[in-house]
């Protein structure tokens, strides 16, 4: 009775730290850090009790590794440059290093396929409002946000220009969630395929709703990799044939009645994605031309800053000073940011994450790590077209992943985790696990 107790104490906490997020994006405009930044040290310190200082053990050759060793990096180079004043940096410490503290503690309590299925039945209620945004052209959720600098493209709805953003404020934010939520339905898919039916459908309205471009480059590339490693073990069953007509015909329905309706959504979607194609829209052309003059930033400065960087805020503070058509409030492009910010070094470092990631993802003959390898890489293709280091709700989601993957290296690599210690396992005749060597890296 008291072990069900804790296991709920401890799914309370963490539900209770995701809403106190989204309420701050709501209703605090500045100095979440002093908030968020003691309740993840305190939760982390709450797991670390509770897991009996049980540790996820990480070398040198994997995720976790690299990812702090470029937070160390980035936070002792902003440390240098930016000095006492710690605004410049704080973000760094509250998005990104405080949540991987806590992210490395809850993931050892978490269950990937329980967490999977809670993730999925949340995020398939949400693509349901998110058809409603899109066909509304209305937020939601609007209302709820007090903080007037969140209150993004307010003039756009009612509009063809409506854009779905949920609970998550901002468009691109929420997409990068929905194809997240993609992912869980279909390494968790339902019993019923009726909602696997309606929830994936919704789930792809959301995500053409956000008319994130970048998000929709993401789900291509994860869902063509998921579906490639699903073909190869898919067994067809004469359900599965008759299921399939019965689908054609109802869309074959739904398409004769809302012929006009849903060739205007089509041809809006299909504009949308042209145009993002065209060098003379507005945002390619900001992006663009961010890069070229970053890129020349860069080229043009010091060997020290060329290797380190100008500092955690060098990027937006350059763009604040040569604002491009009156565009200043971002760079929109975190491989950019860090390159102008922490240099060659951190460009690097972080480079070599994302290929980490990718390798293993690509290499991975076990679900689970492909399910949290394809997570981290839907958000770092997306990140090419804004910076998801300094959104507090994706770097939640980026650290759990990151520690999660790791987690489930290690496991699938015959390493359990045991107090304070790793300990290799090995199989034996009879199917039962039992103890090779402990391990302390």
Not at 278 to 297: C, K
Request: proline share 1%; aromatic share 16%.
């Amino acid at each position: 009775m008291s072990e069900m107790l804790k296991i709920k104490y401890k799914r309370v906490i963490i539900y209770f730290f995701v809403i106190v997020i989204v309420l701050l994006q709501f209703r605090m405009a500045t100095k979440q850090g002093y908030v968020l930044f003691p309740m993840e040290i305190a939760i982390a310190f709450l797991f670390f009790i509770w897991n009996g200082r049980v540790k996820i053990c990480w070398n040198e050759k994997k995720v976790l590794f690299i990812w702090n060793l470029f937070l160390i990096y980035i936070l002792g180079v902003a440390v240098l440059i930016d000095g006492i004043r710690i605004s410049a940096y704080q973000s760094i410490l509250y998005k990104c290093a405080g949540m991987t503290i806590m992210a490395y503690y809850i993931a050892m309590y978490i269950n990937h396929e329980e967490t999977l299925k809670n993730v999925r039945n949340a995020g398939g209620v949400l693509s349901l409002l998110g058809v409603v945004e899109c066909v509304t052209k209305q937020s939601l959720f609007l209302q709820f946000i007090t903080v007037e600098s969140r209150q993004y493209m307010v003039a756009q709805l009612g509009t063809s220009a409506a854009r779905v953003r949920l609970i998550f404020i901002q468009p691109i934010i929420c997409a990068v969630f929905m194809v997240f939520f993609w992912l869980c339905l279909l390494y968790r898919p339902f019993k019923s395929n009726i909602l696997n039916l309606v929830f994936g459908l919704s789930i792809i309205i959301s995500i053409l709703g956000t008319q994130s471009r970048s998000s929709w480059i993401a789900f291509v590339c994860v869902t063509l990799f998921a579906l490639k490693k699903k073909i190869k073990t898919f067994r067809f069953k004469k359900s599965d044939f008759y299921s399939g007509v019965i689908l054609l015909i109802l869309c074959i329905v739904i398409i004769c009645f809302n012929f006009e309706k849903l060739h205007a959504v089509l041809n809006f979607w299909w504009m949308r994605w042209i145009t993002g194609l065209n060098i003379t829209n507005a945002s390619n052309y900001n992006r663009v031309t961010m890069i070229r003059n970053g890129l020349n930033d860069w080229m043009r400065s010091g060997l020290i800053q060329k290797l380190f960087g100008g500092g955690a805020t060098y990027a937006i503070d350059y763009l604040k000073n040569y604002t491009i058509r009156g565009w200043n409030t971002a760079v929109d492009n975190q491989y950019l940011t860090i390159l102008m910010n922490f240099g060659l070094v951190g460009e690097v470092l972080f480079l070599y994450l994302a290929y980490k990631i990718a390798t293993i993802t690509l290499k991975a003959k076990n679900s689970k790590i492909e399910f949290w390898g394809l997570t981290c890489i839907s958000m770092l293709i997306s990140t090419f077209f804004y910076e998801m280091l300094s959104w507090t709700m994706i770097t939640m989601l980026f650290t759990l992943s990151v520690c999660m993957l790791e987690k489930e290296i290690r496991q699938a690599n015959g390493f359990a985790l045991c107090g304070g210690t790793c300990c290799l396992y090995n199989k034996d005749k009879d199917g039962r696990y039992n103890v090779k060597q402990k391990n302390n890296n």
